[in-house]
């Protein structure tokens, strides 16, 4: 008879989860023990960036992952990019060790008291099993909650003494549906509002990329012949930005964003929320006489939703059905944006003229991994994303995603066998959060070039006090900070560009390695704008 461990892993094999992204303690050891051959346990060293890269690989690989933390401990050094995971709809399956089941009454040492509420809300469903040969059919219905739409992490609580209880059997391992439908009867009035709209706009977030919709959104843009925009604070792209109908980004304040879409009568925001708003800038919600409908698979979304008619619909789905049905506009198309004027060289490197430089060196396939939030305008206007599943960041607003997160999707290329170069933009205060990453990228001979623009600041928290009028904040400067000698203390190459002359060369370096690299640019500390 099988031991509940041997069950676990075999459910986790039938299932294809065999990549493991952990940092172990001891309450998972014995879970761990013996590990199998045919696993592969990615080592982070702590418990955040764990999360973040396994978050990463599962966006890139579309597949659900294991995530291995320790108890109570790990959890809650881990719920940040928990957090971040839920709002990327990373379909992660979480398990954390507990103590022994003889002892739990009398709460020993590293005991998790609340594992269940532990890391609520961000999680789609937590469990402990009542008893230990729960455990395998635990796990198939974790793979069968985390991937369905919309998918996320779920969480599994694990007793260290059930592993080595007998399991009588192995549960069945089931097929889930892993997409609603786009039924044409619910999308019908959108499509009559479509079709005989004087203006309408497309708003596309990143869940149309996640579900497949990529082209599907271009066929159905082209077909309307309208504007596209990007949805506020997406973490990832679900229409080209390099495409003639795409206008930027959506910015993420009520009475601003309700200004870019004056003169449009339909509104379609498929894909994203209505909207992720932040700060609070007073105003309307759309524009007087505009309607808005609204396409998610996610029941939350639509709840919430302040305007308009939500459609329950897989996005990407959706983006072909009404690519199909729509009628054909034979309007004069909507004028593309004019071309980037070439970057003013200042006293110092600004982020506008290291991202040109970083456009001008990276290979054409390249996958960009973000969280450089004070100078996202800039890095999204001058790299723009053209293919699918290239662009990746969190949609959270939570620090210490992007470097880990560069981890993963490198992880992702090289088990696809895509192999593309990753191009890791993070800024300084951000990097701190978890650097330890760096350690991982080493030891898997990672191709990630690391781009740490420095300002020497908190330049995002600098933005906001602008915007709140708030002064005198303390806490926001970051000086004295080497991240050559950081890397260099995980094994990994780097090595730090203050010059205009220099970039180009550095960059082509990071570029060209075959293993991780790190360049520290020292920029212009000028606080941008938030709106």
């Excluded at 996320?152 to 007998?166: A, E, Q, Y």
């Excluded at 290329?413 to 170069?421: A, I, L, Q, Y």
Aim: proline letters at 9%; aromatic letters at 8%.
């Amino acid at each position: 008879m099988l031991t509940v461990q041997q069950a676990f892993f075999e459910v986790a094999r039938r299932l294809k989860l065999t990549t493991i992204f952990g940092n172990p303690g001891s309450t998972e050891e014995t879970l761990l023990k013996n590990f199998p051959a045919d696993f592969r346990y990615v080592l982070a060293l702590q418990e955040a960036p764990a999360v973040a890269m396994a978050d990463a690989y599962a966006q890139a690989t579309g597949e659900a992952v294991l995530v291995n933390l320790h108890t109570a401990a790990g959890m809650g050094n881990a719920l940040g990019n928990i957090e971040s995971a839920w709002y990327n709809r990373a379909p992660l399956i979480i398990t954390a060790g507990q103590q022994t089941r003889e002892m739990l009454l009398i709460e020993p040492y590293l005991t998790n008291t609340q594992p269940l509420e532990m890391p609520k809300p961000f999680v789609k469903w937590a469990y402990e099993p009542a008893r230990p040969e729960d455990v395998p059919g635990a796990l198939m219905r974790a793979y069968a909650m985390s991937v369905q739409p919309p998918a996320g992490p779920v969480f599994l609580s694990i007793p260290m003494d059930d592993v080595d209880r007998p399991c009588p059997q192995l549960p069945e391992i089931r097929s889930v549906s892993r997409h609603l439908g786009a039924d044409p009867k619910y999308l019908a009035p959108m499509v009559e509002a479509m079709s005989e709209a004087r203006s309408p706009v497309l708003i596309i977030g990143g869940a149309v990329d996640q579900s497949g919709g990529w082209d599907d959104a271009v066929r159905l843009a082209e077909r309307l012949g309208c504007k596209v925009w990007a949805a506020p604070a997406e973490g990832r792209p679900g229409f080209p930005e390099t495409h003639p109908l795409y206008q930027g980004m959506l910015t993420s304040a009520i009475g601003p964003l309700c200004k870019q879409l004056e003169g449009h009568d339909v509104i379609a925001v498929i894909g994203a929320p209505v909207f992720r708003y932040y700060p609070y800038v007073a105003g309307d919600y759309i524009p007087a006489g505009s309607r808005l409908f609204h396409i998610t698979d996610d029941p939350s979304e639509a709840g919430r939703a302040p305007v308009g008619q939500s459609i329950l619909a897989d996005p990407g789905r959706a983006c072909a059905v009404l690519a199909e049905l729509v009628a054909k506009s034979d309007r004069v198309l909507p004028p593309a944006r004019p071309k980037l004027a070439a970057p003013v060289r200042g006293v110092k490197i600004t982020a506008d003229f290291l991202y040109h430089a970083i456009n001008e060196t990276r290979p054409d396939d390249s996958v960009l991994v973000q969280e450089s939030l004070s100078t996202l305008k800039a890095l999204r206007q001058r790299l723009p994303t053209s293919r699918s599943r290239s662009f990746y960041s969190m949609s959270s607003g939570v620090l210490g995603y992007g470097l880990p997160a560069a981890v993963g999707v490198a992880l992702a290329e090289r088990d696809k066998g895509s192999n593309r170069k990753i191009v890791n933009i993070v800024g300084d205060g951000a990097a701190n959060y978890v650097i330890q990453a760096l350690w991982t990228a080493v030891q898997h001979k990672l191709p990630v070039v690391f781009v740490i623009p420095r300002n020497g600041a908190y330049n995002i928290l600098k933005a906001f006090a602008h915007q709140l009028d708030t002064p005198g904040v303390p806490g926001l400067d970051l000086p004295g900070l080497d991240f050559v000698s950081l890397a260099a203390g995980y094994g990994c190459s780097g090595e730090r560009v203050s010059e205009h002359d220099a970039l180009s060369d550095a960059l082509r370096r990071g570029m060209s390695a075959k293993g991780p690299h790190l360049i520290e640019v020292e920029i212009d500390p000028t606080v941008p704008p938030l709106i």
